[in-house]
């Protein structure tokens, strides 16, 4: 069973940043306008409303690279401090 952690105020901070940045960006990631055949967006088709990585292989997946993101910018984001 996958048990869930409670993120630090610095890993919030990184996320909310990085989904401002993409929002102002009117989801177009830089250049890329919005497809819905890109593998990137169609793997979030996988999950749905009340899934959990316990209870969904592709939640499951996506929570992997979530805290693999985090780690990566967290510890740039200090090694610039």
Excluded: C, Y
């Amino acid at each position: 069973m996958t048990m869930f952690r409670t993120l630090t105020a610095h890993e919030l901070k990184a996320i909310l940043d990085a989904h401002r940045l993409w929002r102002s960006s009117e989801g177009k990631e830089g250049s890329r306008a919005p497809n819905s055949n890109r593998p990137a967006e169609r793997r979030f088709l996988g999950i749905g409303k009340g899934s959990t990585p316990a209870t969904n292989q592709v939640a499951a997946i996506s929570e992997g690279w979530i805290n693999e993101w985090l780690a990566a910018h967290v510890a740039a984001e200090e090694a610039g401090k």
